[in-house]
Nanobody, 120 residues
Framework: QVQLVESGGGLVQAGDSLRLSCAAS????????MGWFRQAPGKDREFVAA????????TYADSVKGRFTISRDNAKNTVYLQMNTLKPEDTAVYCC?????????????WGQGTQVTVSS
């Protein structure tokens, strides 16, 4: 099992940027894909972005493509989500996920999440 702890959320204005971090512990970090998901109030959880173990493959939801960038540092056991040009519709709890056979899931391990609120 992998333990995941997210950080970096907050309240920002539309057009601002944020960088989320997710620190992992447990199984060897460099051996599995990592993903970011989000859940807005009253909505289902949705996929945001994912990266494979070697950072050679990345995939994004259409709604964030060109604005968000996922990256990882295997030496620090950390995955990041750089979010630029934030919009009010990006407001959600963002969770990282680990351990999947496919970039888009299903994932086995989940963090508690970090709140991102974008004001207009």
């Amino acid at each position: 099992q992998v333990q995941l702890v997210e950080s970096g959320g907050g309240l920002v204005q539309a057009g601002d940027s944020l960088r989320l971090s997710c620190a992992a512990s447990g199984r060897t970090f460099s051996s599995y894909p990592m993903g970011w998901f989000r859940q807005a109030p009253g909505k289902d959880r949705e996929f945001v972005a994912a990266i494979n173990w070697s950072s050679t493959r990345r995939t994004y939801a259409d709604s964030v493509k060109g604005r968000f960038t996922i990256s990882r540092d295997n030496a620090k056991n950390t995955v990041y989500l750089q979010m630029n040009t934030l919009k009010p519709e990006d407001t959600a709890v963002y969770c990282c996920a680990a351990e999947s056979k496919d970039l888009v899931g299903p994932y086995e391990s989940w963090g508690q999440g970090t709140q991102v609120t974008v004001s207009s």
